[in-house]
């Protein structure tokens, strides 16, 4: 332990390189890539042969930010820019010393896992307002990757689908890419002259090495516009028309346990039109998610709804506009979402589980107007067992002002045929200063029939993360009656405070095998409104490791107390009774570099549970023999003792995926979950037919543990994408 104890006070201690004196908030003025316009197009074949490729000069000399930070980057990345009157073209050579052999493919999926594999990605800020951007990836496979990045990095959109190209070469230099943007694909100014904002990223995954045009500090990712260069020499641009119109037909076979075979043909359409340069009206008419990969399983041990994420289409496009605040720092476990886009379509119990209500169609207006940012949404749901036909609707504004400041509104309407309306409103703001401090607050008020009094909920956030220090600190008030039908809360009628302190130093040169250390400590405290008793303390002290190979080792251990004043229904007919519980757990995990042909991972939580104890196991294995071919399995296991009886959990996530080309892919997602003694299967073809145009062929079935057919469902559907 004393041993241990050295290791941590020098890594603590270790001269950093961080930056090598580079001035990050300055260093992005003095770089600018000159953009050269052509007669014709590029044929986007992955090789820099055509002789228009010469007359850009390119930008090049990127520096690390791992593992060096600050030093240039060990293979040279050449990146050239041409356009002509409809498209964008980026040509790159990525150089790479160990030729065809060092380099790395892991996946070729559509929004490919980015970390995995060697790659290039480029962002543009099309407006140069350091906020919002586009981002474009590859890998020497050709995969594609893109998203949208709003709040200079803060907020992200990895659904949001675009029209483009890329092909890649591999020689004996390293690979090359050829890259083709659709100007309709992106937003920008009429001004006749462009500026942009323009970052290029570079990894050379054998190395674990990241390296950009524009350096950026270790805390940051790509999306940090804000220090990026420059791109010039565009004028003249068009958007065309931007209308897009995109049907769908659908031929779903669905059996019910003891029920007859019932065929429901269907179809629908979505148009999505650039009413500006800026703003873009979506609509959809019977909209339809059969396709969507289905849930994964959670088991739930606590006394509060389970949290699960939206993976449809439709509302994962432009959710960023509608965010609420900052993005909550516990992805997986938020405290409050004022709109949250899984209750329009979806009946959900406790446990999460959901059940599909029919969508009619529906209407949306987002994008930027000057310094506004604007989200208008309006969806119609039909008739559903006990649920009557409901319309939701959403109005959400953003003003920007100083550099990296905002502030905005949101209202929530929710009404239902026959009932009375549920509403939602609120104001936020979120300021930015010296690039690191975050200050967050926010109050928002809910109105319910025979809800009346503490209805509102208040937040106040500061936050400070650099290159060494991650601090946080905020405190949270819910109301008693607060209820947003169309958001997400798991927990009312409390006071939460909550610290979180860590640092991240870097030892580079000083300890080659470790790439970095996170030790903090986080502090959870939630009281009662009425009483102001203590009701639930968490003390979560945790050190993690990153190895030079990318493989994390974490030890955490954690204290807490709850008070209970009803019983908790930990399973079905087995009770928690009232009182004051205090107990501990440690917990210790280790992942594997992801980027082997056989990576696992495995954790043990052990300790005091209640009045009991638990232990919890982890354990996973995935094999990837090829970029082509991808099978998984983790199991998660709970062995609970309680006084008022002992029980074992599994929850087993199986997952085969193929890739037969770039477009074409076979997905597998098999789940056994004990609590709900259920076998989930769902299984999903793929043909990308041409960009934006799906051909699906979608296999659903629910079994029980036993082995009995409870339902299951196959689901043809093609889509087809006409751009105007």
């Not at 060096?68 to 002509?84: M, N």
């Not at 400590?521 to 009483?531: A, L, N, S, W």
């Not at 989930?680 to 029980?704: A, G, M, T």
Request: proline share 4%; aromatic share 14%.
């Amino acid at each position: 332990m004393t041993r241990f104890y050295w290791l941590l006070l020098t890594i603590v201690a270790a001269p950093s390189a961080l930056g090598q004196n580079i001035d990050y908030a300055n260093y992005y003025k003095q770089l600018e890539v000159k953009a050269v316009q052509i007669e014709g197009p590029i044929v986007v074949d992955g090789k820099l042969d055509e002789a228009e490729w010469q007359l850009a000069e390119p930008a090049e000399n990127f520096i690390q930010k791992i593992p060096s930070t600050g030093q240039p980057a060990s293979e040279p990345t050449e990146v050239r820019i041409l356009y002509d009157d409809d498209n964008l073209y980026l040509g790159v050579y990525c150089f790479d010393s160990a030729g065809a052999d060092g380099i790395i493919i892991n996946d070729i999926t559509r929004d490919f896992y980015t970390l995995d594999s060697d790659g290039f990605q480029v962002i543009f800020d099309t407006y140069d307002d350091d906020r919002n951007s586009f981002l474009f990836g590859t890998n020497p496979g050709a995969a594609k990757f893109d998203m949208q990045i709003g709040a200079d990095g803060a907020a992200g959109n990895t659904s949001w689908d675009g029209i483009w190209y890329v092909e890649t070469h591999i020689d004996e230099r390293g690979w090359q890419i050829e890259m083709a943007i659709p100007f309709k694909t992106l937003r920008f100014s009429r001004a006749p002259k462009q500026i942009w904002g323009v970052n290029f990223e570079r990894r050379v995954r054998r190395k674990f090495e990241d390296s950009y045009w524009a350096p950026l500090p270790p805390n940051y990712r790509l999306g940090k516009i804000s220090l990026g260069g420059t791109l010039s020499g565009l004028s003249g641009l068009q958007q065309g028309r931007n209308l897009y119109v995109k049907p769908y037909v659908s031929a779903p076979i669905l059996r019910r346990e003891a029920d007859d075979v019932d065929f429901m043909p269907d179809a629908g359409v979505d148009v999505k039109y650039g009413v500006t340069s800026q703003l873009t009206f979506d609509a959809t008419i019977n909209t339809d998610f059969s396709q969507v990969e289905a849930d994964e399983e959670q088991i739930n041990l606590t006394r509060f709804s389970l949290f699960f994420p939206e993976k449809r289409e439709f509302f994962l496009e432009n959710a960023g506009i509608f965010e609420w605040g900052r993005r909550p720092r516990e992805q997986n476990s938020p405290d409050l979402i004022p709109f949250f886009s899984r209750r329009i379509g979806i009946v959900e119990d406790r446990s999460g589980n959901g059940r599909l209500v029919p969508v009619h169609g529906g209407a949306r207006l987002t994008g930027r107007a000057g310094k506004y940012t604007l989200g208008l949404l309006s969806m119609q749901t039909g008739e559903f067992e006990d649920t009557p036909s409901t319309n939701f609707s959403v109005l959400r504004v953003r003003r920007d002002f100083l550099r990296q400041s905002d502030v905005g509104g949101l209202f929530i309407n929710k009404y239902q045929n026959g009932s009375d309306s549920n509403r939602t409103y609120g104001v936020d703001s979120n300021f930015n200063f010296f690039n690191y401090l975050d200050l967050t607050a926010y109050i928002v008020r809910t109105e319910t029939e025979n809800l009346s009094g503490e209805d509102t909920a208040s937040d106040f956030e500061i936050s400070w993360k650099d290159d060494f220090f991650d601090l946080y600190g905020g405190h949270l008030r819910i109301g008693e009656n607060f209820n947003p039908e169309v958001g997400f809360v798991p927990r009312v009628g409390i006071n939460k405070s909550v610290v979180d302190v860590g640092i991240t130093p870097r030892p580079e040169e000083s300890i080659p095998w470790l790439r970095e250390v996170k030790p903090s400590v986080k502090i959870d405290y939630i009281t009662g409104q009425e009483t102001s008793l203590l009701e639930t303390r968490a003390i979560e002290a945790e050190l993690e490791f990153t190895f030079s190979d990318s493989s994390v080792l974490s030890f955490e251990r954690e204290s807490n107390f709850e008070r209970l004043d009803e019983p908790f229904e930990i399973r079905s007919g087995q009770f928690i009774g009232v009182g004051d519980y205090y107990f501990d757990e440690f917990a210790v995990s280790y992942i594997t570099d992801k980027s082997r042909m056989v990576h696992t991972e495995v954790g043990l939580r052990s300790g005091e549970f209640f009045d009991g104890n638990r232990d919890s196991y982890t354990l996973g294995v995935n094999f990837q023999p090829s970029y082509r071919f991808q099978a998984g399995v983790l199991w998660n296991h709970n062995d609970v003792e309680l006084p008022s009886g002992d029980f074992r959990t599994n929850l087993v996530t199986t997952r085969l995926n193929y890739s037969f080309a770039t477009n074409m892919f076979l997905n597998a997602l098999i789940q056994y979950n004990s609590s709900e003694e259920e076998i989930i299967s769902n299984i999903r073809f793929n043909f990308i037919h041409k960009p934006l145009s799906d051909f699906f062929l979608v296999y659903n079935e629910r079994r029980s543990q036993t082995g009995d057919v409870i339902e299951r469902a196959l689901i043809a559907k093609l889509t087809y994408l006409f751009s105007f």
